[in-house]
């Protein structure tokens, strides 16, 4: 007993004296203490030497106030040598702050002179980082929960390994340089001006806001986007917007690393008010009565030279800015929205100017956003695009569908072509034999010859002529369908609807509706309805008027009563409902789709 | 426990041995008292801040040439006079050791507006409530060429720092 006493307090004893070591004992120390030893050693005055010999570790602090909120930053407890030119060649923490003509720097009378004094800036204005922090992994912020580690040089815990060896690198110190340089084409930040350009050469700008600068709604606003994520999220978002945001409808730019760089930087920079400007100016900016008019329309405006056409303007609006980071031209291919080539053949001048305007008011799904730009810069490029109208050269049936088809309907014709996720509908899946096999070929061949209002399927009767429509429609056939054509079971449908249109089988038809079809169609009709996400092809919304307004009565009653095979939409004859009741349903669904609305 | 004093009947025992129970009962003891000083040095240490957050006392002010010879610059944020005569710089307090207002310079040396207190150049009492001189703080000539102040550390008045 006695004996086991005498152990467990001796432990307690060594416990505490653990500790008390641990707490008391700190690496700072050690690395002043090794600073006092060898400046001693290379201390030339006596003077020198006494004051050396009378330093005890200390906490070093440097207390700023002039840059944003107040900082206190105790780097120089380790990096105790940062001004000290003697140490230029040590090792870190014991290395001296490099001088750099670059940052203004000034050599004098054999001495450098810094222009960011330590005194004044800081250390972490310019490298982030916790100021406060006396141990490595606080102070350089490789706490996942610290909102600002040092850029460029510290990795977090919880960074992507994927993209850890992008983040690497001193040129993300731009995005601090320019909170107060803020100048638009500051010689110093490179990066943050190439970020900006390509911010509106990809049309970033379409999307998304940044005061000042655009007007975009449909994607967040990046105003202070610098001081709400990190580097990783911000590379990550871009490589890949679906990796952080399942549901994010942004799309995956191709853009080369550098550029990457470049943009990540330039959205680090994003902080809304930047350093220089005083918060009663930004308070004085955010109350004047006139907005400040976007930026974006301006750059956009001044990228073309004079041009001697309208169309001539429109080309180099359209090949120098935004619309070919999504579409397709020529040769070059964004990856992201239609092919532009022959746009002459496919859309008239009124489509493409309503389109410009506001892309949903002709295809309510599309994520194209409205760029904004004043109306004679939209004329142009509509001049520009109807003088692409030459047909391509005559082609096969197979070549033809690899040009113009598979990159929405993709290669195998599965529906699933490079763009086929951001376009809404989705292409059709042609090698779904139960749809393809249950419809009349005349249906097909006029989506064809007509384009499907409403959707991203042009009318291609220009393009190609009636034979070669039907030699694409028998390739698909063959190749994808691969099944001999079914003799279809004549169906009793009404060719119009027997329910006159009036406002109480309107009524009727949304009782229905409700009870019936909200559950994938949504309770909008729009197609998003609870089970929406888990049916491909996802439900028809209801709500796209020019959709609904070019489907003849025949065919909605067809589906809603016979279903529709090789989706998710059943035969609701078969669940009870009457010729009536899907009549009231179809005057419901007009009265949503009323034209002029 | 019953066999601990068997044993000692049974054993021979010398005077000068520590018995074995005696033994443990110290050890314990020590092991006791002093964890329980550590706890209590270590908690009292921790009453006294390693930092505050008010401005350093030990702060660079800049260059030799930033002040000329001849001149007393007073820096009221960091509550210190740079004086420079010649080649020699040093550093005097403008805290008032009557009540810590803040003194100012002036044509015979240092006056305090607060209740009159007069300093000569050096900081000596020459009138008012005052009871003692200002204190002049160390100046060392950092590596970088810099000028840093201690005011941590009091040296005697009429010490300068040769430039």
């Known amino acids: 007993m006695r004996l086991a006493l005498a152990v467990v307090s001796l432990l307690v004893l060594i416990g505490s004296g653990v500790v008390v070591y641990d707490q008391f004992h700190s690496r700072w120390e050690d690395d002043q203490r090794a600073y006092f030893h060898q400046a001693l050693e290379q201390a030339k005055t006596p003077a020198e030497r006494a004051s050396l010999e009378g330093r005890q570790p200390k906490i070093e602090q440097t207390i700023v106030t002039a840059f944003g909120d107040a900082r206190i930053d105790r780097c120089e407890s380790c990096h105790i040598a940062v001004d000290d030119p003697r140490f230029a060649s040590a090792k870190q923490p014991l290395h001296s702050h490099s001088y750099s003509t670059a940052m203004g720097d000034v050599f004098r009378n054999g001495r450098w002179e810094r222009r960011h004094k330590f005194s004044d800036f800081g250390c972490t204005t310019c490298h982030d980082g916790q100021g406060r922090g006396l141990q490595v992994a606080d102070a350089h912020g490789e706490d996942s929960f610290w909102p600002d580690p040092m850029p460029g040089y510290t990795i977090q815990d919880g960074w992507n390994r994927e993209i850890a060896s992008h983040l690497h690198g001193a040129e993300y110190m731009q995005a601090n340089c320019a909170q107060c340089h803020s100048a638009k084409d500051f010689a110093g930040t490179p990066l943050v001006t190439r970020g900006r350009e390509l911010f509106f050469k990809t049309g970033c700008f379409g999307c998304h806001r940044i005061e000042g600068l655009s007007a975009g709604t449909i994607g967040p606003d990046l105003t202070e986007v610098g001081k709400e994520r990190k580097l990783d999220y911000l590379w990550g978002h871009i490589v890949n917007p679906r990796a952080y945001t399942p549901t994010s409808v942004m799309p995956q730019f191709k853009l080369s690393d550098d550029d990457k760089k470049a943009l990540v930087i330039f959205l680090k920079s994003r902080r809304g008010a930047t350093l220089s400007v005083s918060t009663a100016d930004q308070f004085r900016l955010n109350a004047s009565t006139t907005a400040p008019v976007p930026e974006s329309v301006a750059v956009v405006a001044a990228s073309a030279a004079p041009a001697a056409t309208p169309a001539a303007r429109g080309e180099q609006l359209i090949q120098g800015y935004a619309c070919l980071s999504c579409h397709k031209l020529g040769d070059r291919d964004g990856g992201i929205s239609p092919d532009l080539t022959n746009e002459g053949l496919l859309r008239d001048q009124p489509w493409l100017m309503d389109h410009f305007v506001n892309p949903r008011s002709r295809v309510p799904d599309s994520n194209m956003p409205a760029f904004g730009l004043p109306q004679a810069d939209f004329e142009a490029m509509a001049a520009y695009l109807l003088t692409r109208s030459t047909p391509p050269a005559a082609a096969t049936p197979a070549e033809t569908f690899k040009n113009e088809c598979a990159r929405c309907h993709g290669e195998k014709g599965d529906g699933r072509g490079v763009n086929a996720i951001y376009l809404d509908p989705a292409p059709r899946d042609l090698t779904k034999a139960e749809f393809m096999n249950t419809k009349q070929e005349a249906r097909f061949l006029a989506s064809i010859q007509n384009g499907v209002p409403g959707t991203s399927m042009p009318p291609w009767g220009k393009v190609l002529n009636d034979q070669q429509i039907k030699g694409v429609f028998d390739y698909v056939w063959a190749t994808f369908v691969r099944e001999p054509h079914r003799q279809l079971k004549p169906r009793k449908v009404p060719e119009q609807n027997p329910v006159p249109m009036s406002a109480d089988s309107a009524r009727r038809g949304e009782t229905i509706f409700l009870q019936r079809c909200t559950g994938c169609h949504g309770r909008k009709a729009d197609g998003r309805g609870p089970n929406s996400v888990d049916i491909s092809p996802r439900p028809r919304n209801l709500r796209n008027s020019a959709f609904i307004q070019g489907a003849p009565d025949r065919r909605l009653f067809e589906s809603v009563m016979y279903g529709v095979e090789g989706t998710a939409m059943p035969s609701w004859m078969d669940y009870g409902l009457s010729q009536n009741d899907v009549g009231d349903i179809v005057n419901y669904i007009r009265s949503l789709n009323k034209a002029g609305k | ?163």
């Open chain 2, 1 to 163: 426990m019953a066999a601990a004093p068997k044993r000692i009947e049974h054993g021979e025992p010398e005077e000068r041995q520590i018995p074995r129970r005696h033994m443990l009962a110290w050890l314990s003891g020590v092991g006791v008292v002093g964890s329980l000083l550590t706890g209590v040095f270590s908690s009292l240490v921790f009453l006294k801040p390693r930092a505050t957050y008010g401005q350093p006392n030990r702060f660079r002010i800049g260059r030799p040439e930033e002040f000329p010879p001849g001149a007393r610059m007073a820096i009221d944020t960091k509550r210190v006079c740079i004086v420079r005569e010649g080649d020699k710089v040093a550093a005097i307090s403008t805290t008032c050791t009557h009540l810590g207002c803040i003194v100012a310079p002036s044509a015979t040396g240092f006056q305090c507006p607060c209740h009159g207190s007069q300093f000569d150049v050096d900081g000596n009492v020459t009138g008012g409530p005052a009871p003692k001189a200002l204190s002049w703080f160390q100046v060392t000539l950092t590596p970088s060429g810099e000028l840093e102040v201690d005011k941590d550390n009091e040296i005697q008045t009429g010490t300068y720092l040769s430039v």
